[in-house]
Protein backbone atom coordinates (compact mmCIF):
# COMPACT_ATOMS: atom_id res chain seq x y z
CA UNK A 1 0.00 0.00 0.00
CA UNK A 2 0.93 2.91 -0.61
CA UNK A 3 2.60 5.18 2.21
CA UNK A 4 0.89 7.94 4.28
CA UNK A 5 2.05 11.39 3.13
CA UNK A 6 3.68 13.26 5.78
CA UNK A 7 2.36 16.39 6.79
CA UNK A 8 4.46 19.70 5.91
CA UNK A 9 6.50 21.55 7.63
CA UNK A 10 4.99 24.08 9.97
CA UNK A 11 5.11 27.83 8.45
CA UNK A 12 7.96 29.90 10.08
CA UNK A 13 5.85 32.93 10.86
CA UNK A 14 9.34 34.78 11.39
CA UNK A 15 9.89 34.88 7.55
CA UNK A 16 6.91 36.48 6.32
CA UNK A 17 7.15 37.99 3.16
CA UNK A 18 5.43 41.69 2.42
CA UNK A 19 2.63 39.63 0.21
CA UNK A 20 1.60 38.49 3.13
CA UNK A 21 0.55 41.38 5.36
CA UNK A 22 -0.08 43.62 2.48
CA UNK A 23 -2.43 41.42 0.78
CA UNK A 24 -4.76 40.09 3.89
CA UNK A 25 -7.05 43.19 3.20
CA UNK A 26 -8.82 44.50 0.44
CA UNK A 27 -8.77 48.13 0.38
CA UNK A 28 -10.85 48.92 -2.02
CA UNK A 29 -13.86 47.01 0.25
CA UNK A 30 -12.12 46.81 3.98
CA UNK A 31 -13.02 43.65 3.87
CA UNK A 32 -10.72 40.23 4.41
CA UNK A 33 -9.74 39.14 1.39
CA UNK A 34 -10.01 34.96 0.56
CA UNK A 35 -6.97 33.65 0.89
CA UNK A 36 -6.47 32.97 -2.78
CA UNK A 37 -7.26 34.01 -6.22
CA UNK A 38 -10.66 32.26 -6.49
CA UNK A 39 -11.96 31.39 -10.11
CA UNK A 40 -15.43 32.94 -9.40
CA UNK A 41 -13.86 35.82 -7.75
CA UNK A 42 -11.92 36.33 -10.59
CA UNK A 43 -14.86 36.05 -13.06
CA UNK A 44 -16.81 39.05 -11.40
CA UNK A 45 -13.72 41.12 -11.58
CA UNK A 46 -13.29 40.23 -15.31
CA UNK A 47 -17.28 40.65 -16.01
CA UNK A 48 -19.15 42.41 -12.68
CA UNK A 49 -21.10 39.69 -12.37
CA UNK A 50 -21.51 35.77 -12.14
CA UNK A 51 -20.38 33.56 -14.66
CA UNK A 52 -21.33 29.90 -14.59
CA UNK A 53 -20.14 27.40 -17.14
CA UNK A 54 -22.77 24.39 -18.94
CA UNK A 55 -21.19 21.34 -19.82
CA UNK A 56 -21.30 19.96 -22.97
CA UNK A 57 -19.97 17.04 -24.66
CA UNK A 58 -19.32 17.09 -28.48
CA UNK A 59 -18.82 13.16 -28.17
CA UNK A 60 -14.78 12.89 -28.91
CA UNK A 61 -13.18 10.27 -27.48
CA UNK A 62 -9.58 9.93 -25.89
CA UNK A 63 -6.30 8.76 -27.46
CA UNK A 64 -5.18 7.07 -23.72
CA UNK A 65 -8.98 5.10 -24.28
CA UNK A 66 -8.99 4.28 -28.55
CA UNK A 67 -5.62 2.99 -28.22
CA UNK A 68 -3.50 5.36 -30.05
CA UNK A 69 -1.59 6.80 -27.21
CA UNK A 70 -3.02 3.75 -24.76
CA UNK A 71 -6.04 1.78 -23.57
CA UNK A 72 -8.06 1.72 -20.43
CA UNK A 73 -7.63 5.80 -19.86
CA UNK A 74 -6.25 7.26 -16.74
CA UNK A 75 -6.32 4.85 -13.90
CA UNK A 76 -8.56 7.49 -12.81
CA UNK A 77 -10.69 8.17 -15.35
CA UNK A 78 -13.92 6.06 -15.60
CA UNK A 79 -14.86 4.74 -19.53
CA UNK A 80 -17.19 8.44 -19.57
CA UNK A 81 -14.13 10.01 -19.20
CA UNK A 82 -15.89 12.36 -16.70
CA UNK A 83 -15.72 12.44 -12.85
CA UNK A 84 -19.81 13.12 -13.54
CA UNK A 85 -19.54 9.57 -14.91
CA UNK A 86 -22.08 10.87 -17.39
CA UNK A 87 -22.45 8.80 -20.63
CA UNK A 88 -21.41 10.34 -24.15
CA UNK A 89 -24.28 12.84 -25.09
CA UNK A 90 -26.41 11.64 -28.31
CA UNK A 91 -27.91 15.23 -28.10
CA UNK A 92 -26.15 18.43 -30.20
CA UNK A 93 -24.43 20.68 -28.35
CA UNK A 94 -27.24 23.20 -29.34
CA UNK A 95 -29.76 21.15 -27.66
CA UNK A 96 -27.81 20.32 -24.53
CA UNK A 97 -27.10 24.00 -23.84
CA UNK A 98 -30.46 24.78 -24.28
CA UNK A 99 -31.44 21.89 -22.11
CA UNK A 100 -29.58 22.75 -19.17
CA UNK A 101 -28.92 26.95 -19.40
CA UNK A 102 -32.51 28.16 -17.94
CA UNK A 103 -32.19 25.82 -14.85
CA UNK A 104 -28.70 27.31 -14.29
CA UNK A 105 -30.03 31.08 -14.99
CA UNK A 106 -32.42 30.16 -12.17
CA UNK A 107 -30.10 28.71 -9.97
CA UNK A 108 -26.81 31.09 -9.86
CA UNK A 109 -29.55 33.94 -11.01
CA UNK A 110 -27.13 35.02 -14.05
CA UNK A 111 -27.16 35.40 -17.47
CA UNK A 112 -23.77 35.18 -18.39
CA UNK A 113 -22.38 31.60 -19.24
CA UNK A 114 -19.43 29.92 -20.48
CA UNK A 115 -19.82 26.91 -22.64
CA UNK A 116 -17.61 24.08 -20.97
CA UNK A 117 -16.24 21.29 -23.18
CA UNK A 118 -15.35 19.15 -19.76
CA UNK A 119 -15.14 15.17 -20.88
CA UNK A 120 -12.17 13.15 -22.39
CA UNK A 121 -10.83 15.13 -24.93
CA UNK A 122 -11.99 18.27 -26.40
CA UNK A 123 -9.42 19.02 -28.89
CA UNK A 124 -9.10 15.32 -30.43
CA UNK A 125 -11.13 15.92 -33.87
CA UNK A 126 -9.95 17.48 -37.22
CA UNK A 127 -9.92 21.08 -36.91
CA UNK A 128 -13.49 21.10 -39.13
CA UNK A 129 -14.86 19.14 -36.64
CA UNK A 130 -13.67 21.59 -33.46
CA UNK A 131 -14.87 24.63 -35.62
CA UNK A 132 -18.21 23.31 -35.97
CA UNK A 133 -18.68 22.18 -32.37
CA UNK A 134 -17.26 25.62 -31.04
CA UNK A 135 -19.03 27.82 -33.54
CA UNK A 136 -22.65 25.59 -32.65
CA UNK A 137 -21.91 26.64 -28.67
CA UNK A 138 -21.65 30.38 -29.40
CA UNK A 139 -24.24 30.50 -31.34
CA UNK A 140 -26.22 28.08 -29.30
CA UNK A 141 -28.26 30.98 -26.99
CA UNK A 142 -27.44 34.79 -26.40
CA UNK A 143 -26.27 34.00 -22.83
CA UNK A 144 -23.03 32.09 -23.76
CA UNK A 145 -20.29 34.30 -23.69
CA UNK A 146 -17.23 31.96 -23.48
CA UNK A 147 -15.44 28.76 -24.29
CA UNK A 148 -13.71 26.66 -21.60
CA UNK A 149 -12.24 23.45 -23.82
CA UNK A 150 -10.81 20.74 -21.56
CA UNK A 151 -7.78 18.51 -23.26
CA UNK A 152 -4.57 16.70 -23.30
CA UNK A 153 -1.36 18.60 -23.76
CA UNK A 154 -0.89 16.17 -26.77
CA UNK A 155 -3.86 17.15 -28.63
CA UNK A 156 -3.41 20.10 -29.15
CA UNK A 157 -1.16 21.82 -32.54
CA UNK A 158 -0.74 25.24 -34.24
CA UNK A 159 -3.89 24.68 -36.60
CA UNK A 160 -6.36 23.81 -33.91
CA UNK A 161 -4.72 26.55 -31.10
CA UNK A 162 -4.93 29.16 -34.20
CA UNK A 163 -8.76 28.19 -34.21
CA UNK A 164 -9.30 28.63 -30.61
CA UNK A 165 -7.63 31.83 -30.05
CA UNK A 166 -9.45 33.46 -33.52
CA UNK A 167 -12.42 33.29 -30.51
CA UNK A 168 -11.28 35.36 -28.41
CA UNK A 169 -12.50 39.19 -28.71
CA UNK A 170 -13.97 41.69 -25.94
CA UNK A 171 -15.90 40.36 -23.41
CA UNK A 172 -16.21 36.89 -24.39
CA UNK A 173 -13.94 34.31 -22.22
CA UNK A 174 -11.79 31.44 -24.74
CA UNK A 175 -9.80 29.63 -22.43
CA UNK A 176 -7.99 25.85 -22.59
CA UNK A 177 -7.56 23.79 -19.60
CA UNK A 178 -4.89 20.92 -20.13
CA UNK A 179 -4.20 17.70 -17.52
CA UNK A 180 -0.54 17.58 -16.44
CA UNK A 181 -1.30 16.25 -13.49
CA UNK A 182 2.04 16.79 -11.67
CA UNK A 183 5.67 17.27 -13.05
CA UNK A 184 7.28 14.18 -12.33
CA UNK A 185 6.97 11.61 -15.14
CA UNK A 186 7.15 8.82 -13.45
CA UNK A 187 4.10 10.05 -11.44
CA UNK A 188 2.31 10.30 -15.00
CA UNK A 189 3.63 7.13 -15.97
CA UNK A 190 2.13 6.04 -12.19
CA UNK A 191 -1.72 6.67 -13.76
CA UNK A 192 -1.18 5.24 -17.17
CA UNK A 193 -1.18 9.04 -18.35
CA UNK A 194 0.39 7.94 -21.91
CA UNK A 195 1.64 11.71 -21.95
CA UNK A 196 4.99 13.53 -20.64
CA UNK A 197 5.30 16.60 -18.95
CA UNK A 198 7.64 17.52 -22.25
CA UNK A 199 4.19 17.55 -23.93
CA UNK A 200 2.32 19.85 -21.98
CA UNK A 201 6.03 22.12 -22.29
CA UNK A 202 5.39 22.22 -25.75
CA UNK A 203 1.61 23.44 -25.86
CA UNK A 204 2.07 25.71 -23.32
CA UNK A 205 4.97 27.19 -25.11
CA UNK A 206 2.38 27.24 -28.18
CA UNK A 207 -0.62 28.58 -25.69
CA UNK A 208 1.21 31.18 -24.65
CA UNK A 209 2.39 32.18 -28.25
CA UNK A 210 -1.63 32.45 -29.28
CA UNK A 211 -2.12 34.31 -26.22
CA UNK A 212 -4.60 31.80 -25.01
CA UNK A 213 -6.31 31.88 -21.46
CA UNK A 214 -5.40 28.87 -19.58
CA UNK A 215 -6.19 26.40 -16.69
CA UNK A 216 -3.43 24.14 -15.55
CA UNK A 217 -4.80 20.57 -13.82
CA UNK A 218 -2.78 19.33 -11.01
CA UNK A 219 -3.87 16.14 -9.08
CA UNK A 220 -2.22 15.91 -5.20
CA UNK A 221 -2.11 12.37 -3.68
CA UNK A 222 -0.32 10.92 -6.91
CA UNK A 223 1.13 7.14 -6.21
CA UNK A 224 4.81 7.17 -4.64
CA UNK A 225 4.84 11.05 -4.59
CA UNK A 226 6.20 12.94 -1.80
CA UNK A 227 5.13 16.19 0.03
CA UNK A 228 8.59 17.80 -1.84
CA UNK A 229 7.18 16.28 -5.34
CA UNK A 230 4.01 17.85 -4.94
CA UNK A 231 5.76 20.93 -3.83
CA UNK A 232 8.11 20.74 -6.85
CA UNK A 233 5.08 21.34 -9.19
CA UNK A 234 3.92 24.08 -7.29
CA UNK A 235 7.00 26.09 -7.80
CA UNK A 236 7.49 24.99 -11.00
CA UNK A 237 3.72 26.39 -12.12
CA UNK A 238 4.78 29.74 -10.61
CA UNK A 239 8.12 29.71 -12.35
CA UNK A 240 5.99 29.30 -15.74
CA UNK A 241 3.32 32.04 -14.38
CA UNK A 242 0.50 30.02 -15.64
CA UNK A 243 -2.59 31.65 -15.89
CA UNK A 244 -5.05 29.18 -14.01
CA UNK A 245 -5.07 26.44 -11.68
CA UNK A 246 -7.50 23.59 -10.98
CA UNK A 247 -6.64 21.65 -7.80
CA UNK A 248 -7.55 17.87 -7.55
CA UNK A 249 -7.32 15.17 -4.90
CA UNK A 250 -6.67 11.85 -6.44
CA UNK A 251 -9.81 10.57 -6.20
CA UNK A 252 -10.95 6.49 -6.72
CA UNK A 253 -14.29 6.53 -8.91
CA UNK A 254 -16.00 3.42 -9.19
CA UNK A 255 -15.49 1.11 -11.77
CA UNK A 256 -12.01 2.40 -12.09
CA UNK A 257 -8.57 0.72 -12.06
CA UNK A 258 -7.48 2.88 -9.44
CA UNK A 259 -11.17 1.47 -7.40
CA UNK A 260 -9.66 -1.86 -7.64
CA UNK A 261 -6.39 -1.17 -6.41
CA UNK A 262 -8.05 0.80 -3.34
CA UNK A 263 -10.16 -2.34 -3.22
CA UNK A 264 -7.03 -4.52 -3.42
CA UNK A 265 -5.16 -2.91 -0.83
CA UNK A 266 -2.43 -1.38 -3.35
CA UNK A 267 -3.63 2.35 -2.58
CA UNK A 268 -4.54 4.59 -0.50
CA UNK A 269 -5.93 8.01 -0.74
CA UNK A 270 -4.41 10.84 1.25
CA UNK A 271 -5.90 11.29 4.94
CA UNK A 272 -8.13 14.62 5.06
CA UNK A 273 -6.33 16.81 7.56
CA UNK A 274 -3.32 16.14 4.94
CA UNK A 275 -5.04 17.15 1.85
CA UNK A 276 -5.77 20.29 4.23
CA UNK A 277 -2.02 20.90 5.11
CA UNK A 278 -0.76 20.32 1.64
CA UNK A 279 -2.91 22.32 -0.01
CA UNK A 280 -2.55 25.46 1.67
CA UNK A 281 1.72 24.70 1.50
CA UNK A 282 1.12 24.41 -2.56
CA UNK A 283 -1.38 27.48 -3.03
CA UNK A 284 1.41 28.95 -0.64
CA UNK A 285 4.08 28.33 -3.26
CA UNK A 286 1.45 29.27 -6.48
CA UNK A 287 2.29 32.76 -8.19
CA UNK A 288 0.01 35.46 -6.36
CA UNK A 289 -2.05 36.31 -10.10
CA UNK A 290 -3.00 32.72 -10.63
CA UNK A 291 -6.20 32.31 -10.71
CA UNK A 292 -7.45 29.15 -8.74
CA UNK A 293 -9.74 27.18 -10.47
CA UNK A 294 -10.89 24.72 -7.68
CA UNK A 295 -9.58 23.53 -4.48
CA UNK A 296 -11.54 20.75 -3.63
CA UNK A 297 -14.64 18.44 -5.00
CA UNK A 298 -14.04 15.85 -7.18
CA UNK A 299 -17.04 13.96 -9.09
CA UNK A 300 -20.44 13.33 -8.16
CA UNK A 301 -20.73 12.06 -4.74
CA UNK A 302 -22.59 9.10 -6.13
CA UNK A 303 -19.72 7.30 -7.46
CA UNK A 304 -16.77 8.48 -5.51
CA UNK A 305 -15.42 5.61 -3.91
CA UNK A 306 -12.57 6.70 -1.57
CA UNK A 307 -11.83 8.90 0.16
CA UNK A 308 -15.42 10.13 0.96
CA UNK A 309 -14.27 13.04 3.24
CA UNK A 310 -14.12 14.92 -0.31
CA UNK A 311 -17.81 14.37 -1.08
CA UNK A 312 -18.20 17.23 1.77
CA UNK A 313 -16.58 20.18 -0.59
CA UNK A 314 -17.51 23.03 0.84
CA UNK A 315 -16.62 21.58 4.79
CA UNK A 316 -13.27 21.77 3.47
CA UNK A 317 -13.36 24.80 1.29
CA UNK A 318 -14.12 25.83 4.61
CA UNK A 319 -11.13 23.77 6.58
CA UNK A 320 -8.70 25.33 3.65
CA UNK A 321 -9.84 29.14 4.80
CA UNK A 322 -9.38 28.44 8.65
CA UNK A 323 -5.78 26.59 7.88
CA UNK A 324 -5.17 29.86 5.92
CA UNK A 325 -6.40 31.94 8.60
CA UNK A 326 -4.22 29.87 11.26
CA UNK A 327 -1.49 30.06 8.92
CA UNK A 328 -1.49 33.88 8.68
CA UNK A 329 -0.25 33.12 5.11
CA UNK A 330 -2.27 33.56 1.84
CA UNK A 331 -1.38 32.20 -2.26
CA UNK A 332 1.93 33.31 -2.48
CA UNK A 333 2.90 33.61 0.76
CA UNK A 334 6.05 31.23 -0.09
CA UNK A 335 6.36 31.75 -3.85
CA UNK A 336 10.47 31.40 -5.56
CA UNK A 337 9.44 33.58 -8.41
CA UNK A 338 6.66 36.62 -7.47
CA UNK A 339 9.71 39.04 -6.78
CA UNK A 340 11.66 37.69 -9.67
CA UNK A 341 9.58 38.43 -12.54
S1 LIG B 1 -6.61 11.87 -20.66
FE1 LIG B 1 -8.50 12.51 -19.63
S2 LIG B 1 -10.18 11.53 -20.74
FE2 LIG B 1 -8.26 10.52 -21.37
S3 LIG B 1 -8.13 8.73 -20.04
FE3 LIG B 1 -6.96 10.38 -19.03
S4 LIG B 1 -8.42 11.45 -17.66
FE4 LIG B 1 -9.62 10.13 -19.10
Redesign the pocket.
Known amino acids: MTTAFPLSPQPNLASKTASQTLIKVDLVKGELAPPYRSYNHWLQEQFGGRVAKISVDPGFT?P??DGTKGVG??T??DET?SSSRVPIKTESITEQILKTLPKMQDRFNTHRFIAYFQP??NTYAPVAKLKAVYDEALAAHPDIMGLAIST?PDCVDEEKLALIASYQQPGRLVSIEY?LQSIHNRSLAAVN?CETVEDFETAYALTQQYGIDHCIHVILGLPGESWEDMMATANQLAAWRVAGVKIHLLVAMNKTMLAKDFEAGRWAPMERNTYIHTVCDFIERLHPECVIHRVAGNGHPLHVLAPRWMTEKFDVMSDIDAEFSRRGTRQGSHCNTFFTK
Open positions: CNMGCFCGRTRGR
